[in-house]
């Protein structure tokens, strides 16, 4: 299991300091999240989103998230279920004062980030940015941008911050490397209630074992590599998107089980024998941590987030390798569905909330809001 200590794997709130101890935020402070991605969009970004509010809210903070739908929207060019905001400066502007925040949280650089971040500028304001989206390679799997061209504007709009928080090591020295400053560590967490290795879903009809694919149905998610995979048993994928009529008719012999949400997501997940994560571009990948939660082993590439998730976790909570369906017979054969749950119980999602507050900035020199900052981490 990796090292408590490691700055990025910060885990339960017993690996880290209670939030009295890290962040003296007063109750009643105002934290406002800025985000082009939330409800009614379904992924890891909302998810922590939607989780991080409800911990913050238990803390006494007073926490919301302005994101599209209070606004004119179009939706995303290739990808129509994300709609983006259509000229939102000046009525985001007025939300903003409205609520009056104490600290500022830019979540993502679509058309909300970007007016937030040019708010925030215009009223010296200083605020936090993440990193939770490759975008330069989405990009790139869509329109053949160079990755250069857009990591460049990556870098000039979180430098207008103070602190970029990132979800993983592997995460945190990649941007190093391209140039990103001031990375702050914000690990994530997963819904233990929720996600039980019990009830299963029994899969009737399909021949054993049960791999599965969870997530969205998205070019860049590498869904084919899964599926072009000989494998025994049967294959299941569970989720929808842009790239699912084209895998349909591609896969016939592939179970397509649609969305699933709440219990019978967990069933789900439960309910296979290995979860294949074949993504070679998520910055974490929260999937991972709620199948270990019900049981079930995870099959990946050794790249950012599977690396720094399942390494140094045993061979019973899953594998990855370059060979994807080695790494898969590998988590089929060792898998331990009782060491799986007890290494998700190791993530939780106060210490992530926690962590976020230590990583925040008080929106103006001088204000009375009493924090401590957490060190940047190169």
């Given at each position: 299991m990796p090292d408590p200590v490691d700055p990025i794997q910060t885990r339960t709130s017993l690996d880290n300091p209670s939030l009295d101890d890290v962040a003296n935020l007063p109750p009643n402070s105002r934290v406002l999240i800025i985000s082009d991605a939330w409800r009614p969009q379904v992924n890891g970004v909302v998810r922590t989103l939607e989780t991080l509010v409800a911990e913050l809210q238990s803390f006494g903070i007073v926490a919301e998230v302005i994101g599209p739908e209070r606004f004119r929207t179009l939706p995303c060019p290739t990808y129509p279920d994300i709609r983006l905001s259509v000229l939102p400066r000046r009525k985001l502007a007025r939300l903003m004062a409205e609520f009056g925040p104490d600290a500022l949280h830019i979540a993502t650089e679509g058309p909300l980030g970007i007016a937030a971040r040019k708010i925030a500028k215009s009223q010296g304001w200083t605020f936090t940015t993440a990193f939770h989206t490759r975008f330069p390679e989405y990009l790139r799997a869509r329109t053949r941008v160079p990755t250069r061209i857009s990591y460049a504007w990556l870098r000039r709009f979180h430098a207008a911050g103070h602190g970029l928080m990132v979800a993983t090591e592997s995460l945190r020295q990649e941007l190093a490397a391209r140039g990103f400053q001031d990375l702050r560590a914000w690990s994530r967490g997963v819904d233990l209630s929720l996600f039980q290795p019990e009830p299963r879903e029994a899969w009737a009809g399909l021949p054993r074992p049960i791999a599965i694919y969870i997530g969205r149905v998205a070019v860049e998610k590498n869904i084919a590599a899964f599926l072009d995979l000989d494998l025994?048993?049967?294959?299941?994928?569970?989720?929808?998107?842009?790239?699912?009529?084209?895998?349909?008719?591609?896969?016939?012999?592939?179970?397509?089980?649609?969305?699933?949400?709440?219990?019978?997501?967990?069933?789900?997940?439960?309910?296979?024998?290995?979860?294949?994560?074949?993504?070679?571009?998520?910055?974490?990948?929260?999937?991972?941590?709620?199948?270990?939660?019900?049981?079930?082993?995870?099959?990946?590439?050794?790249?950012?987030?599977?690396?720094?998730?399942?390494?140094?976790?045993?061979?019973?909570?899953?594998?990855?390798?370059?060979?994807?369906?080695?790494?898969?017979?590998?988590?089929?054969?060792?898998?331990?569905?009782?060491?799986?749950?007890?290494?998700?119980?190791?993530?939780?999602?106060?210490?992530?909330?926690?962590?976020?507050?230590?990583?925040?900035?008080?929106?103006?020199?001088?204000?009375?809001?009493?924090?401590?900052?957490?060190?940047?981490?190169?």
């Amino acid at each position: 299991m990796p090292d408590p200590v490691d700055p990025i794997q910060t885990r339960t709130s017993l690996d880290n300091p209670s939030l009295d101890d890290v962040a003296n935020l007063p109750p009643n402070s105002r934290v406002l999240i800025i985000s082009d991605a939330w409800r009614p969009q379904v992924n890891g970004v909302v998810r922590t989103l939607e989780t991080l509010v409800a911990e913050l809210q238990s803390f006494g903070i007073v926490a919301e998230v302005i994101g599209p739908e209070r606004f004119r929207t179009l939706p995303c060019p290739t990808y129509p279920d994300i709609r983006l905001s259509v000229l939102p400066r000046r009525k985001l502007a007025r939300l903003m004062a409205e609520f009056g925040p104490d600290a500022l949280h830019i979540a993502t650089e679509g058309p909300l980030g970007i007016a937030a971040r040019k708010i925030a500028k215009s009223q010296g304001w200083t605020f936090t940015t993440a990193f939770h989206t490759r975008f330069p390679e989405y990009l790139r799997a869509r329109t053949r941008v160079p990755t250069r061209i857009s990591y460049a504007w990556l870098r000039r709009f979180h430098a207008a911050g103070h602190g970029l928080m990132v979800a993983t090591e592997s995460l945190r020295q990649e941007l190093a490397a391209r140039g990103f400053q001031d990375l702050r560590a914000w690990s994530r967490g997963v819904d233990l209630s929720l996600f039980q290795p019990e009830p299963r879903e029994a899969w009737a009809g399909l021949p054993r074992p049960i791999a599965i694919y969870i997530g969205r149905v998205a070019v860049e998610k590498n869904i084919a590599a899964f599926l072009d995979l000989d494998l025994p048993g049967s294959k299941v994928v569970v989720g929808d998107g842009p790239q699912l009529a084209s895998l349909k008719a591609r896969y016939p012999g592939v179970h397509f089980a649609g969305v699933k949400h709440g219990e019978a997501l967990s069933r789900a997940y439960a309910g296979a024998d290995v979860m294949v994560f074949p993504s070679l571009t998520d910055t974490f990948g929260l999937v991972m941590l709620e199948s270990l939660a019900c049981g079930t082993p995870v099959a990946a590439f050794p790249v950012t987030g599977p690396k720094d998730v399942l390494v140094g976790g045993g061979d019973a909570i899953g594998a990855v390798d370059t060979d994807l369906r080695a790494a898969v017979l590998r988590a089929l054969a060792n898998g331990d569905r009782i060491a799986c749950r007890a290494f998700a119980e190791t993530f939780s999602w106060r210490a992530c909330a926690e962590r976020f507050v230590t990583n925040l900035v008080p929106i103006r020199e001088g204000l009375e809001v009493s924090m401590n900052f957490a060190p940047a981490l190169g």
